[in-house]
């Protein structure tokens, strides 16, 4: 994405509280359809997951605290953040995202796995470091890119903790992006404040597979991207790490909604649900524990939007990553809360509904 293309899309964004004087909030080239309405940072991801904390007066002990405290936590964003999106209509809609700790449970024991894969190329190095993955397909990976003559980002995104970076620009490079074989994996990226400099960039990659049943047969790879000379004589490249074979997955626990599946893992929500039909959008997401307490993933009239990001599969499973980890063996139900279309002759009504899975 071009520097002008990048800055016509935070235009429209307005950070609050100083921390930026924008925000992405769109992306070019996505390839797949996003569910619900547009906003802002949905596929920009900033911010962190959290860990679960004490559940029942009992306390979780810290697993691979390196991995999950880089991957699963705040990215010096501190507890939240709060940013405004303007509308076409000159409405101001206000959204806030929750961070955690990066404290995992027990039960993640043995869940990271060491990558330790460099790639090379245009003068910057990516290396990946650890990753987790769940048997949704959907997971996180720990890197460093670093460039000796600096790396070219865009630092009020940065201030948000979302990592984009100018590819085609002199000696820049595109956002690094992950590979399930052949097939793209869709990612977010972001940075560490605390712990990045001009030249050397921490960061977290958050993934999902286009098409988990593809993915889990294939390999990974990590990619960077650039172009090189101007106008007619521009090429572009691209080099990739050595393939890494995915050694360990995180389960997922099952829960219905009569014939409706839903696979619920401590990284992601995924769903299929054929009758809702293609136009449906989600209002509202919701964990529901044992003890009581409501992890809110997505809340569109209270502006939560504790989520890196949702779409839909092509395969029509709908996927959610939380900005938290999730507690699997102390939930109780998710609800799905939004609206659908319906038509009758020329006329189409939005109708809402409510799905409740246990």
């Not at 909030?25 to 390839?31: D, F, L, M, S, W």
């Not at 590979?179 to 869709?186: H, I, K, L, M, V």
């Not at 409501?294 to 569109?300: L, T, V």
């Amino acid at each position: 994405m071009k520097s002008n293309q990048i800055k016509q899309a935070f235009e429209s964004v307005q950070a609050d509280s100083d921390l930026a004087d924008r925000v992405l909030y769109a992306a070019a080239g996505e390839p797949l359809r996003r569910k619900g309405h547009a906003k802002p940072l949905y596929v920009a991801v900033i911010g962190c997951l959290a860990g679960v904390l004490a559940t029942g007066g009992v306390a979780y002990a810290v697993v691979n605290s390196s991995y999950f405290a880089s991957a699963w936590g705040n990215h010096g964003n501190g507890g939240s953040i709060t940013w405004t999106q303007g509308g076409s209509s000159g409405t101001k809609y206000t959204y806030t995202r929750e961070f955690g700790d990066g404290i995992a449970p027990q039960s993640l024991e043995g869940s990271v796995q060491k990558v330790n894969l460099s790639v090379e190329g245009n003068g910057y190095t990516l290396d990946i470091h650890d990753m987790a993955i769940d048997q949704n397909g959907c997971g996180a990976v720990t890197f460093t890119l670093s460039n000796p003559n600096g790396v070219n980002y865009y630092k009020p995104a940065a201030e948000t903790g979302e990592l984009v970076l100018y590819g085609e620009e002199e000696q820049g490079i595109g956002t690094p992006s992950m590979n399930f074989g052949e097939e793209w994996a869709d990612t977010r990226c972001t940075i560490d404040k605390d712990t990045s400099s001009d030249t050397v960039i921490n960061g977290t990659m958050y993934f999902a597979s286009m098409d988990r049943e593809r993915g889990f047969q294939h390999a990974v790879t990590w990619n960077i991207s650039w172009t090189e000379g101007e106008g007619e004589d521009a090429k572009p490249f691209e080099a990739s790490t050595p393939e890494f074979s995915v050694g360990a997955y995180v389960d997922t626990k099952e829960l219905r909604s009569d014939d409706s599946p839903l696979e619920i893992s401590p990284f992601s929500i995924q769903t299929h649900i054929d009758d809702l039909g293609i136009d449906a959008v989600t209002k509202k997401l919701t964990v529901t524990y044992k003890d009581g307490s409501e992890q809110i993933i997505e809340d569109d009239d209270a502006g939560a939007f504790n989520l890196y990001f949702s779409y839909t599969r092509n395969s029509g499973e709908n996927i959610w990553v939380p900005t938290k980890l999730i507690d699997v063996d102390q939930v109780v139900s998710v609800t799905l809360e939004g609206t659908r279309c319906t038509s009758t002759g020329e006329t189409e009504t939005e109708v809402p509904f409510t799905i409740v899975y246990s």
